[in-house]
């Protein structure tokens, strides 16, 4: 059997194989089927410094080619996460990363301060798609300077690993994540989903305006991943489209150390699972004995 | 609750834009509870997500469902031969919460018989349904329910009383026996407004089963929420919190 554990920020996880938060529920909704110790990691759903009621309905929509979410970061917050649903991770032994946001740097900031550092907890993962409520709801993470300035002052509160997912609706998304490197990442997700639009032809109007998933992603997250983990040196994570265990192990040839799968669980809730079987066998199949083997070896 | 391989054995047209669709499990779903539902995959690629359809009946290995087309997903549904096999997700979400005794009361309009049919067969006759459909032909809808004397309105009048399901109940509320009353409903929007706006004065324990958008139906993504009046988290999810509810706890 190839073997699919890695170290991921000094911290050995058994496989490369997450969710993308807020497609796996606070965790404990997917147990019926499977269980979230099977994950290598989990990645929360975001969680705010106060509780967020989100967006009113329609918050799904779908396309043909996957679909449109509008859920509006529904949360019940980083306190409540940690006394309601953070024991059941601890019984389970699943290390998770912390996916969180802010409407403003401080928000931000005071986040990543309430964490307190655990060896469960592999990384915080800083959602810059979030509309700043004091430069006009322009995204964190459409310009540079906005994105080193945040993850320069966010780092100076937490001792622990801190990821950046980014939005992929940026003019270069290298210099983005080179801003992100500059200021300190340990580490980057990529994507995030595209900002989309849908019109109700029978209505007339906008039916959803939010964040496009689903395997169209895929090309455009690969190319993202193959060109910043040539450059940047910090671990990437690899986001967008995977439907199956080979679209995951592309994104290990592009050079992503872990690989996140969020839409396609709705489609077939054991993707994941089968993901991760999928990987063990192309491994054995193709005689790698571990997953590093094949980290990156579509750079040439 | 699993994800379960099936065989449609049966998609048939019953009226107008109305479909009965059942099909053959490669294993049993368990117990199902009347008010559950499954995910179903449409065996077609043009067609991305599941869709969450009410478990009309379920037998053992036998599971059917009653649709009506409504957009993309439905209208590739309705012409799917038989023989094609596909996936349930299910049971999913929480059924109607039945007491012991009681005195129900069902009220179900167009496509909301489809969420109310396995209920009204497990309380076999010791239920006062109500039904609305728009004309005589989708009467039909009623189907087995026939034989235990569904009270029926139709909005043209063209059989049984003219008008709305609420306004035929209106008509009846004073004549049922109020104690332990508890009102059973399904069906579009507006008839639950007006439902609500009906038994307000006296309100009346309530459950309704809801209709929304859903992309995962295990309540993984938030996506198919209905505001309720929790002022602390007013979202909750019809595919885990719901898709019954409280009538009296949901904004309508």
């Known amino acids: 059997m190839g073997n699919l554990s890695l170290k991921l920020f000094g911290k050995t996880l058994k496989n490369p194989v997450m969710n993308a938060s807020g497609t796996l529920g606070y965790g404990r909704e997917i147990e019926p089927l499977w269980g979230v110790e099977r994950l290598g990691a989990y990645v929360t759903k975001g969680l705010s410094l106060k509780p967020h009621h989100g967006n009113p309905t329609p918050r799904v929509w779908e396309e043909r080619c996957g679909m449109i979410n509008s859920i509006g970061l529904q949360n019940i917050g980083i306190e409540r996460f940690f006394d309601e649903h953070f024991p059941f991770f601890r019984q389970k032994k699943t290390p998770i990363i912390v996916n969180f946001f802010g409407f403003t740097e401080d928000e931000y900031i005071a986040c990543a301060e309430r964490i307190k550092p655990h060896r469960l907890i592999i990384a915080l993962e800083m959602n810059l798609s979030c509309p700043n409520v004091k430069k006009g709801g322009i995204s964190f993470g459409k310009e540079a300077s906005t994105v080193y300035n945040i993850v320069k002052h966010v780092k100076r509160v937490t001792k622990i690993p801190l990821l950046a997912k980014l939005t992929p609706e940026v003019k270069n998304i290298v210099e983005i994540a080179q801003a992100a490197y500059e200021a300190g990442i340990d580490g980057l997700t990529l994507l995030n989903t595209i900002p989309a639009v849908v019109i109700d032809t029978e209505k007339k109007n906008v039916a959803i305006k939010g964040g496009l998933s689903g395997p169209l992603l895929k090309p455009i997250a690969l190319k993202a991943v193959h060109e910043i983990s040539k450059t940047i040196p910090v671990p990437v994570i690899g986001t967008g489209g995977i439907m199956n265990h080979m679209d995951a192990i592309a994104f290990l040839m592009a050079g992503a150390k872990a690989i996140q799968v969020g839409t396609a669980t709705f489609v077939d809730p054991y993707t994941i699972p089968k993901i991760i079987e999928g990987i063990s066998e192309y491994l054995d199949v193709h005689g790698y004995p571990k997953i590093e083997d094949i980290i990156g070896i579509a750079h040439g | ?252």
């Open chain 2, 1 to 252: 609750m699993d994800d379960i391989e099936g065989k449609i054995v049966r998609n048939d047209n019953i009226v107008s834009n109305y479909y009965l669709l059942k099909m053959k499990l490669s294993k049993p779903m368990g117990i199902v509870k009347p008010g559950q539902f499954v995910m179903l995959k449409i065996p077609d690629n043009e067609v991305f997500l599941r869709r969450p359809f009410s478990i009309y009946a379920c037998s053992r290995d036998l599971l059917t469902i009653m649709y009506r087309v409504v957009g993309r997903g439905t209208a590739y549904l309705s012409k799917i031969k038989k023989k094609e096999n596909t996936f349930v997700l299910g049971p999913l979400g929480n059924g109607f919460h039945l007491k012991e005794k009681g005195n129900h009361v069902i009220v179900a309009g167009g496509i909301g018989i489809a969420g109310v049919h396995s209920l009204i067969g497990k309380l076999r006759g010791k239920a006062s349904v109500f039904y609305g459909c728009s004309g005589r032909d989708e009467v039909a809808l009623v189907g087995d329910i026939a034989n235990l004397d569904p009270r029926i309105s139709t909005i043209d009048g063209s059989y049984g009383f003219k008008g709305n399901v609420v306004a035929l109940l209106a008509k009846h509320l004073k004549s049922i026996r109020r104690n332990n009353v508890e009102i059973f409903a399904c069906g579009p929007e507006n008839m639950l407004k007006s439902l609500k706006k009906l038994i307000n004065k006296d309100k009346i324990p309530c459950q309704v089963l809801v209709e929304e958008r859903m992309a995962c139906g295990l309540g993984l993504c938030f996506g198919c929420v209905r505001k309720t009046v929790d002022e602390k988290e007013p979202y909750k999810r019809a595919c885990r919190e719901g898709p019954v509810f409280n009538l009296w706890e949901i904004c309508l």
